[in-house]
């Protein structure tokens, strides 16, 4: 996966593993909130305002791992599933990339109190991450995507 360029908002993050998940992410702290559901999937949160912008992540480790093809079927229905929750009203389609061992989805929106939101979806088949930074309006594209982009698969041992 492409890495992002550094800026100033980078400096202040730092990468951290997330739970059991087979990823990491580049986070402001690492306090990732964990929850296990009653099919055992293990959901991961994160969410920390930073100068009026919004960042957070919803990560699932799947308890039952998908075809690459499937789970790129599952992000995009995930990202399609947070809006109403996050009274999301209006949005663009997703665009999807497919790579041999995962897929990035990626979804401009904008909620009901007008504020512009960028999704950005990573899956690998076990794993479902939805990163997001709302109200990205307030600050440069630079700095929201470094944080959209500092999501990384770890390579299998």
């Avoid at 990491?24 to 296990?36: E, I, Y």
């Avoid at 912008?53 to 480790?61: A, E, N």
């Avoid at 389609?93 to 979804?107: G, H, K, Q, R």
């Avoid at 904008?110 to 709302?134: C, E, F, H, I, M």
């Amino acid at each position: 996966m492409p890495r992002p360029a550094a800026t100033s908002l980078q400096f202040a993050l730092k990468r951290y593993i997330i739970g059991d998940a087979d990823c990491s992410s580049l986070l402001f702290d690492g306090l990732v909130h964990t929850h296990k559901t009653a099919d055992g999937d293990r959901l991961h949160f994160y969410e920390q305002d930073v100068h009026g912008v919004c960042y957070g992540f919803i990560v699932v480790k799947l308890n039952q791992p998908q075809p690459i093809d499937t789970a790129g079927k599952m992000l995009v229905e995930y990202l399609a599933g947070v809006r109403k929750p996050w009274e999301i009203v209006h949005g663009s389609e997703v665009d999807v990339d497919c790579y041999d061992a995962y897929s990035i989805a990626t979804d401009y929106c904008q909620d009901a109190q007008g504020r512009d939101w960028k999704l950005r979806g990573y899956t690998n088949g076990s794993t479902l991450a939805v990163l997001y930074a709302k109200n990205i309006g307030v600050a440069p594209v630079h700095e929201h995507d470094a944080f959209l982009n500092g999501f990384a698969f770890v390579p299998a041992a």
